[in-house]
């Protein structure tokens, strides 16, 4: 009996000490996490096919709820995936906490919980003057807080799209002892009228301080005209255009000619699809001859979608044309007559001579 009660009481014990929860193998889970005033990430690794993920993030100060935001994902086995969202309050605390729960099949598989104040404790020795974005890229403007105390930081710019990073590029070791601008191109194509994020991540050295830094821009085509490069004449026109955008240009050359308040005349090319810092000559030519006088030439690039994106104005002006001068026949030729004339005058002289 004794012994019975000894082994029921190491089986208690055992499972005070180990509960059940804590020896499953947890197959979800979160690696990293951080966040400040502008935005939180969080990055997931598992083990297993997740298919109906879902994270959600809360914002509290003072055990009250301020903002929630969930984002489905899902991942494969052996993989790891990062999550960004952004706040969309304006911050009145000094004292916050950023939680973000992960959960599997509606489970909630692991949450963590990251404290951060509004306004750092201790200043970066560098200043975000400015952050812009657009579709050919995105530029970062820093100066030192103190010309006297010089500053090393790591940039990473990440563009973000639902979330996801769909492209980053990190600047290292980048000395901020002036006013100092990081620009970046995007390598990658971008969607057409689509809404992008980009958030920049900066750690500076010394000292140790990790901040982040969000913009938006919706990405669209854009192509310009090159001045310099633009003929037009009697027999047509060609045009030189520059792609500005990662989002491919997809559109026509309208030149219109005008002429006497009649209606104009139209003609249309269509260039190669260009990126940024990519270019095309699109040359035109006029189905007729044009009709003498002064033509207004306007030439509109276009999307498919009838939006002007840049345009050239010029005058052209076609001469009347004249009637070719009427040539002497072969008859009418002076010199030919002479050489005609010569051997009938030898011919006459011999006769008469002989005579």
């Not at 598989?109 to 990251?114: H, L, M, Q, R, W």
């Not at 190669?272 to 033509?295: A, H, M, Q, S």
Request: aromatic letters at 10%.
């Amino acid at each position: 009996m004794k012994s019975r009660n000894i082994y029921i009481l190491t089986i208690l014990l055992a499972l005070v000490v180990f509960p059940t929860s804590a020896v499953e193998t947890q197959s979800t889970w979160i690696t990293s996490t951080f966040s400040d005033e502008n935005s939180m990430d969080v990055s997931i690794q598992s083990s297993e096919q997740v298919n109906n993920g879902q994270l959600i993030f809360k914002l509290t100060s003072r055990g009250k709820i301020i903002e929630t935001i969930t984002q489905d994902f899902t991942i494969a086995p052996g993989h790891k995936i990062t999550k960004i969202i952004m706040w969309d309050s304006q911050p009145q605390f000094k004292n916050y906490v950023a939680t973000v729960s992960v959960l599997v099949d509606g489970r909630s598989v692991d949450e963590i919980s990251y404290p951060f104040s509004y306004g750092f404790v201790v200043l970066p020795r560098f200043q975000v003057v400015d952050l812009s974005a657009s579709s050919s890229g995105a530029s970062l403007l820093l100066k030192p807080r103190s010309v006297s105390s010089p500053s090393v930081a790591d940039f990473t710019f990440q563009l973000i799209q639902d979330g996801e990073i769909i492209y980053f590029e990190t600047k290292e070791d980048i000395p901020v002892m002036q006013s100092n601008q990081l620009s970046i191109d995007w390598p990658i194509l971008l969607d057409d009228n689509t809404e992008y994020s980009v958030r920049v991540k900066a750690i500076s050295h010394t000292p140790d301080i990790t901040s982040s830094y969000v913009t938006w821009f919706t990405a669209n085509q854009e192509v310009e005209i090159d001045d310099m490069d633009v003929d037009v004449d009697d027999f047509g026109v060609s045009v030189t255009l520059y792609g500005r955008s990662q989002v491919p240009f997809n559109g026509i050359v309208k030149v219109e000619l005008h002429k006497d308040g009649s209606d104009p005349l139209v003609f249309t090319g269509r260039p190669e699809p260009l990126t940024l810092e990519r270019d095309d000559t699109v040359g035109i030519i006029w189905d007729d001859d044009l009709e003498p006088g002064t033509y207004q030439v306007n030439i509109h690039i276009l999307t498919l979608g009838n939006e002007i994106l840049d345009r050239y104005e010029t005058m052209l002006f076609i001469p009347e044309r004249t009637s070719p001068a009427s040539q002497p026949t072969q008859s009418q030729t002076p010199g030919f007559t002479i050489l005609l004339t010569i051997p009938g005058i030898i011919y006459a002289v011999v006769i008469s001579s002989r005579r």
